[in-house]
């Protein structure tokens, strides 16, 4: 098409140049200028009528061409040589948000050319959402309504306006929103039964304002009449952020006012682990406990007519709602007038944090007599996962106002003190830290506690190390009070290991209470200790009932290393080294040569580290006496082995 215009106009110039040589100089029209749209202006209308000025006269013509680029060499309009008058519409919708490019030249009825106008542009703006809701003549049931409408691609942001007028020239809401934001919900109730309008366009950096959405009638939507509806509810109790013990609460609320002529219907009570309450809009969810609760039962406007207060009891059990959790609670109002039905806002959302279930006692058992005055207590967590430390009390009066123990404790706890003798006590648990602390105490129980002998206090073997391997165990003599009769006292010994350290007595070995003499405290062990080994010991006094003092404080003793087991001489004449089996664990060995057998004149006292020794071969001749010790650092030295004789010649 451009090649047969080329051509065209080709030919007209060379009829127009052969025809001047003989006639007068060639005259062309002055180049249009364009009027609108505008350059560089935007449009709504998607086929726009292009103007410009007309500069071909009588009988003259126009070319126009529109193209997507500024060199038309994708041009989507071309009227082709001889469209005449100087206004053009576009017969094709174009494309939304694009800039188009278009330009225009004359023609004389003498077919002469002006040459192409100066290339203008102009953008056709983004279009128009779709409005959604609320549909157009809705009569609204509350007067915060979510207007609604579609996304538009290009778009930067929209703009909504609601006005009482079809002209909008009361805007009573003028909101710019983000390119995200596909609805509104206002912030105020709009003007209660009323007629209102409301319209929606597109915002764009490039390409924008868009028309107004269309309607049915004109480019807006009706909302026939707003709602008469009640006044939000106010939120009373539990107050907000409240911990509360009881899963099965009463919510309490300021009643709502309705308007006159308008007839009250019911309140809608949510409650919700989730703070956006997602979901749970409109009313047709299913929702049940624990999750959540969507509840209209409340019909009554006011409950209490002294206080003005309605309420609502979480229903008992079977909708009792989780302990160690945080909901959200909220209440609206209904009314209806005529056959139009109204709700109020949605009141505050108060936040509701239930404590951590109580636990229950386990040992003592409840009303149980001690044997024992530092029993361990213990009792259960019902609750999925710990809810933080626990309180425990023990005291001398069912109100816990004379306490003996109140203590941050684990679970067991075992008192480091003895319970007073001879007492009815009482004890409680509740969980006493965490965000869902503290909880509700436990039941009370009732121990009666024993009247035990006293305590006996070690005496020896205390810190020291010792060389024999049946040591005889020591201690104090155990008062017993009045009314009693001695039984025995009990002794444990235990090891340190990796299993059993510092004596926690997991493992004993020896476990004994045959001493049953009140006044001789002592014991004295079958069988023998083993070498080289720390011991721990306590012991304890019991009387006929089986009620046993504490424990005596915990001590501590070492058993020596082995004495050495001499290669013996038997008094046979020497033949050096010296000679000794191995001791475990020996670190040296300490000799001695004398030629008394109580060793009071020492000819060799000396330290080898082997089992062996080699000198002593200038002694002179005679008979000799000779001994060796075991040493080590911490579990020696060991008791002297045998004493050995020998005669030099």
């Known amino acids: ?14 009829l127009v140049t052969v025809g001047a040589s003989s006639k007068a100089p060639l005259t062309v029209p002055a180049k249009p200028g364009a009027v609108s749209p505008a350059n560089g202006g935007l449009t709504t209308d998607y086929t726009p009528t292009l103007q410009w ?62 040459g192409w106008s100066i290339t203008f542009t102009f953008r056709t703006a983004v279009t128009p959402p779709t409005m959604t809701d609320p549909p157009d003549s809705t009569v609204l049931q509350n007067n915060r309504p979510t207007f609604k409408w579609t996304s538009v691609l290009n778009a930067t942001g929209y703009n ?26 206002p912030t105020a109730d709009l003007p209660a039964n009323t007629t209102l309008y409301w319209r929606v366009r597109t915002l764009s950096s490039a390409y924008g304002p868009s028309d107004w959405a269309p309607g049915p009638v004109g480019k807006y939507f009706t909302i026939s009449k707003t709602a008469l509806q009640p006044t939000a509810p106010v939120l009373i109790y539990p107050g907000n952020g409240k911990l509360t013990d009881d899963y099965t609460p009463r919510l309490t609320w300021q009643a709502s006012n309705i308007p006159s002529a308008t007839t009250f219907d019911y309140y809608e ?8 309450f997602a979901g749970m809009d409109p ?29 609502f009891d979480v229903p008992d059990p079977g909708s009792a709602l989780d302990a160690a959790t945080t909901y959200y609670w909220r209440v609206r109002a209904y009314n209806h007038f005529g056959g139009d039905n109204f709700y109020s806002n949605w009141s ?30 213990t009792w259960t967590d019902p609750n999925i996962s710990p809810c933080g430390y626990y309180n425990l009390q023990v005291a001398k009066d069912s109100h816990f106002s004379n306490l003996i123990v109140n203590s941050v404790s684990p679970n067991p706890f075992t008192p480091k003190n003895s319970l007073p003798s001879n007492l009815t006590l009482y004890w409680r648990v509740r969980i006493t830290s965490g965000p869902y602390a503290p909880s509700r105490w436990s039941d009370v129980w009732t121990i009666d506690t024993a009247n035990p002998p006293g305590i006996p206090m070690p005496k020896s073997p205390v810190s020291i190390l010792i060389k024999t391997d049946t040591p005889t165990f020591r201690w104090s003599v155990s008062g017993l009070p009045f009314g009693t009769t001695f039984s025995n006292y009990t002794i444990e010994v235990s090891t340190s290991t990796a299993t059993n350290p510092d004596g926690s007595f997991v493992s004993t070995v020896i476990n004994d209470s045959s001493a049953t003499n009140q006044y001789d405290p002592q014991f004295t062990p079958g069988a023998p200790l083993s070498s080289a080994t720390k011991y721990y010991w306590h012991v304890q006094a019991c009387n006929t009932s089986s009620e046993c003092s504490n424990w005596s404080p915990t001590v501590s003793f070492r058993t020596a290393v082995d004495a050495p087991a001499l290669v013996t001489y038997g008094g046979g004449s020497f033949s050096p080294p010296y000679d000794w089996n191995d001791v475990p664990g020996a670190s040296s060995y300490a000799i001695q040569v004398s030629t008394s057998p109580t060793f009071g004149i020492l000819l060799i ?12 071969g200038g002694l ?21 082995s045998a004493v050995d004789s020998f005669h030099k010649p």
């Open 620 to 640: 002179p001749n005679g008979i000799y006496y000779w001994r060796v010790i075991t040493l080590n650092p911490y579990f020696g030295p060991s008791a002297w």
């Open 269 to 276: 009570v949510q409650i919700t682990t989730d703070s956006t």
């Open 283 to 311: 009313l047709s969810i299913i929702c049940a406990p624990p999750t959540c609760i969507d509840d209209t039962t409340v019909t009554s406007q006011v409950i209490d007519t002294t206080t003005g207060t309605s309420y």
């Open 348 to 377: 505050s959302i108060f936040v509701l944090r239930f404590a951590c279930y109580p636990v229950t006692l386990n040992t003592p058992p409840n009303s149980t007599s001690l044997t024992y005055n530092r029993p361990t207590f």
């Open 605 to 616: 006292n000396t330290t080898v580290t082997t089992s062996q020794f080699t000198g002593g």
């Open 53 to 114: 000025t007309n500069t071909a006269g009588i009988g003259g013509t126009y070319d126009i061409e529109v193209a997507t680029d500024p060199s038309f060499g994708a041009y989507i309009i071309d009227s082709n040589y001889g469209f005449p008058g100087n206004t053009y519409t576009v017969g094709v919708a174009l494309d939304p948000a694009k800039t188009y490019y278009w330009h225009v030249q004359a023609y004389d009825n003498m077919s002469n050319a002006s």
């Open 1 to 14: 098409m451009k090649t047969l215009k080329i051509l065209i106009l080709s030919f007209v110039i060379l």
């Open 160 to 185: 909504l306006q609601v006005s009482t007028t079809t002209a909008f020239s009361a805007v009573i809401l003028n909101t710019t929103l983000p390119y995200t934001a596909t609805q509104y919900t």
